[in-house]
């Protein structure tokens, strides 16, 4: 498997003097091609920052990330939206649908965004892993917050991106919806191969993981 991800020697400093906190020290590591990564440590720890700016969604005080050989933060910022909604599939907390577009039109936005027409075959077989059929019509508020948040699935896996970063995907759900969206997760790293890193506080969720990196103040403390 080849190397998709290289995070090398990264920080994230906040303000200054006695104000000043490290959220990233220093933090390396590496994720091959369709491994499933979850990266676990108490809120506060910094893992969120390093989802964050392995997403190019905040920018690093030092250090470099690697998506595809391609150096994330070289990218002037137009470049790396456009970067970020090709490469980069973001799974959040709160689903961050937009509320009058509906199932299908949510899923299909980067490519819209993109002014790329999406094959119905993708469409209708993305639809069908997330047992979303019957639901394509609907807008966000006449869903439940399992199936909204498979939405969001769907919507991080259309584009086909090089990496799947989902930040505590279970965290608003109750406990049957929070094991139906692992197994999608599992489901959609293991038919398409597709690289996942995962955000979790939630140690028994980390499990289904190839790998778990644990995050203490802001470092890494362990890899297993």
Wanted: include cysteine; hydrophobic fraction near 40%; charge should be neutral.
């Amino acid at each position: 498997m080849d190397e998709i991800l290289k995070v090398e020697n990264l920080t994230k400093v906040y303000g200054k003097g006695e104000n000043r906190v490290v959220a990233v020290d220093n933090v390396s590591f590496s994720v091959k091609r369709g491994e499933f990564v979850a990266i676990v440590g108490s809120s506060g720890s910094g893992k969120s920052t390093i989802l964050h700016l392995i997403g190019g969604v905040d920018r690093p005080t030092s250090g470099k990330v690697y998506i595809e050989g391609k150096d994330v933060y070289s990218l002037n910022e137009e470049n790396l939206a456009i970067f970020r909604r090709r490469q980069v599939g973001l799974i959040y907390q709160f689903y961050n649908l937009i509320p009058i577009l509906n199932v299908v039109e949510n899923i299909t936005l980067p490519c819209d965004l993109d002014g790329k027409k999406v094959e119905k075959t993708r469409i209708d077989e993305i639809l069908k892993v997330l047992g979303l059929e019957n639901r394509k019509n609907n807008l966000p508020n006449e869903l439940s917050g399992g199936q909204q948040q498979r939405v969001s699935i769907g919507r991080a896996l259309i584009n086909n991106p090089a990496i799947i970063l989902a930040d505590e995907p279970t965290g608003n759900l109750d406990s049957k919806s929070s094991d139906e969206i692992v197994e999608l997760l599992k489901v959609s790293n293991k038919k398409y191969n597709q690289t996942i890193i995962m955000i979790t506080h939630n140690l028994e969720i980390a499990k289904i993981a190839d790998r778990v990196i644990k995050i203490e103040d802001g470092k890494i403390v362990s890899e297993v």
